[in-house]
Nanobody
Framework: VQLQASGGGLVQAGGSLRLSCAGTRRIVSNNAMGWFRQAPGKEREFVATIGWNGGHTRYAESVEGRFTISRDYAGDTVYLQMNRLKPEDTAVYYC?????????????????WGQGTLVTVSS
């Protein structure tokens, strides 16, 4: 397994969760990483991205100010801290490794994907 996501679960609205995604160094080194999500019946949508060195973070407008993306010093693991969760945040969350050092919100910019982790926010 090249990318392993974890940390999903059931949480009440207003609560917090932290997602993690660990990748093999061969595919994550020097590349941007990101989080996307897919709700039932909807397209996969961009959530957040972070550059190869931990800078250049960008967020979807719907999560700006509530979610924070980061990556560890070695760069192998990316995190998504999700605060003040809302029912509309319910989705399967996927981590991805981009083709380049910096990336945006286009999922086609990402070459590798993890298996997804389910986040359910109850009202």
């Amino acid at each position: 397994v090249q990318l392993q996501a974890s940390g999903g679960g059931l949480v009440q609205a207003g609560g917090s969760l932290r997602l993690s995604c660990a990748g093999t160094r061969r595919i994550v080194s020097n590349n941007a990483m990101g989080w996307f999500r897919q709700a039932p019946g909807k397209e996969r949508e961009f959530v957040a991205t972070i550059g190869w060195n931990g800078g250049h973070t960008r967020y979807a407008e719907s999560v700006e100010g509530r979610f924070t993306i980061s990556r560890d010093y070695a760069g192998d693991t990316v995190y998504l801290q999700m605060n003040r969760l809302k029912p509309e945040d319910t989705a399967v969350y996927y981590c991805g490794v981009a083709r380049k050092a910096l990336a945006g919100g286009d999922r086609h910019d990402y070459r590798y994907w993890g298996q997804g982790t389910l986040v359910t926010v109850s009202s």
